[in-house]
């Protein structure tokens, strides 16, 4: 077991990287390696299998990102490397950065796997040679069985939050897609915390893998962690308390059940709170939609279980509030890490019953410090009324499909509907549909306008979320 110190940064230049993958990780902003970076890629980039400890937004899709594209032969268009993640938004995400980090080679072809998709489309897209494939284990099977998809040639396979992918029950998935790669490969596991699934996975697919681990603490000054004592009968009330009296902009509820996550949606929506819930069963159009409000700032609280809210990864989010008390430390440890990013302050509030306080006492040894008890009678509600986001968001009928891009929007709603650049927020293309962010006060002028204007030459229709 590799112990990496988390203050340790180094220099991408010290790798054995290219020089225009160099060049292009400086034109991205990619300066020092964060902490999983500079323990996992020397060993990665030389052909090692790892289990690497990281979890969401620390560097690690960049850290076996190189590594992949490292082995890669752009000439050959077999895939060659095989990403699986537990959810689409994951792999999405995923794709994305994969691309940005293959600029500096020559035109590789990234396809993405996942279900909420036609398989039709997919198919074609393998049909005309992919050198990575980035999927979610049970639409590659589908792939697989279909022989749409070859892995002879594979060099590579990730496995991208193995934790989640077995809590959502895909260990005999992963297993028959690893029994389908060539014996000769390299296997990267990343994983937030070590369920004995992953030992499991690790003695059948991995060749003598080096272990890795990066401290997930958070610095204690850059996360403001408070617990409050409730009864159970005050607790979903406790969480609007919360809301009024800190006015966070954005904050992702955490609670341990789906029953939950609606219960406090109800209150909350009641209070006049603009709040959505997000959990396993939804369809995909609905989380696909929950998360454009939540990520373009158009819904103020986002309510998730743990499971759901994997590879989320939230710009600028101002508060963590954990409705219920999860029994494992590191998933405490990972929900809170979702504030406080980068240089950002950001805010842990705990709500904790009597029979929780066992759970409490494990966190705060893996933490190493007491917790700091506020009275929930103390806080008063901040003037200003209920929390309103300032922006709203307008659904396009019509996206990838019908080669619209974010840049053709925004051009018609600056240009002759005359709306300003800084009342349009973000614009998200999905395959059958485009969501705008756009200022709260202008949305029915923006809906009207579109519905009676173009974009890129065509009509549209247009209705607000």
């Known amino acids: 077991?590799?112990?990496?110190?988390?203050?340790?940064?180094?220099?991408?230049?010290?790798?054995?990287?290219?020089?225009?993958?160099?060049?292009?990780l400086q034109q991205l902003g990619y300066l020092q390696m964060t902490p999983i970076q500079a323990a996992s890629l020397p060993a990665a980039l030389q052909g090692q299998d790892l289990i690497a400890q990281a979890s969401t937004g620390s560097g690690k899709t960049a850290a076996f990102g190189l590594a992949l594209l490292a082995r890669l032969n752009p000439r050959c268009f077999g895939v060659q490397a095989l990403v699986l993640c537990p959810t689409r938004e994951l792999a999405d995400q995923v794709s994305a950065e994969i691309r940005r980090l293959a600029r500096a080679a020559d035109n590789i072809k990234v396809v993405t796997l996942c279900g909420g998709v036609p398989l039709r489309g997919q198919a074609q897209s393998l049909s005309h040679g992919a050198h990575i494939v980035v999927g979610t284990p049970g639409r590659v099977m589908d792939h697989l069985e279909r022989q749409n998809l070859a892995l002879d040639q594979l060099n590579t396979l990730v496995l991208d939050e193995a934790d989640r992918m077995l809590d959502m029950g895909f260990f005999d998935d992963i297993a028959t897609v690893a029994r389908q790669c060539p014996k000769v490969r390299q296997t990267l596991l990343f994983s937030a915390t070590y369920p004995e699934g992953i030992a499991k996975l690790s003695q059948q697919f991995m060749q003598n893998p080096q272990q890795i681990t990066v401290q997930a603490q958070h610095s204690a000054s850059k996360i403001d962690q408070r617990w409050f004592e409730v009864k159970e009968s005050e607790r979903l009330h406790a969480v609007g308390q919360l809301l009024a009296h800190f006015r966070p902009e954005s904050t992702l509820a955490f609670c341990n059940t789906k029953q939950q996550c609606r219960d406090v949606v109800a209150v909350l929506q009641a209070q006049g709170i603009s709040a959505l819930a997000l959990y396993g069963e939804l369809e995909q159009r609905e989380r696909d939609q929950v998360l454009v409000q939540f990520a373009n700032r158009s819904c103020s609280v986002l309510v998730a279980t743990d499971v759901a809210a994997r590879g989320l990864d939230i710009a600028q989010l101002a508060a963590v509030i954990n409705v219920d008390v999860t029994p494992d430390p590191e998933v405490h440890i990972h929900r809170i890490g979702r504030t406080?990013?980068?240089?950002?302050?950001?805010?842990?509030?705990?709500l904790v019953s009597m029979d929780e306080m066992g759970s409490v006492g494990k966190i705060e040894v893996l933490q190493g410090r007491p917790s700091e008890w506020t009275p929930l009678a103390?806080?008063?509600?901040?003037?200003?009324?209920?929390?309103?986001?300032?922006?709203?968001?307008?659904?396009?009928?019509?996206g990838r499909k019908e080669k619209i891009r974010a840049g053709d929007v925004l051009g018609a709603l600056t240009g002759e509907m005359g709306f300003t650049r800084e009342q349009v927020g973000k614009i998200n293309v999905n395959e059958f549909s485009t969501y705008v962010a756009v200022e709260r006060g202008v949305a029915a002028q923006?809906?009207?306008?579109?519905?009676?204007?173009?974009?890129?030459?065509?009509?549209?229709?247009?209705?607000?979320?």
């Not at 103390?378 to 019509?398: F, H, R």
């Open 378 to 398: 103390g806080l008063t509600p901040a003037p200003g009324g209920p929390l309103v986001p300032p922006m709203a968001t307008v659904q396009i009928i019509g």
């Open 1 to 24: 077991m590799t112990s990496i110190p988390a203050h340790r940064a180094t220099d991408f230049s010290a790798l054995a990287l290219s020089p225009a993958t160099l060049a292009n």
């Open 446 to 465: 923006v809906v009207n306008r579109l519905n009676a204007g173009r974009v890129k030459g065509k009509s549209v229709k247009a209705r607000l979320v």
């Open 340 to 350: 406080g990013r980068g240089d950002a302050e950001g805010l842990a509030l705990n």
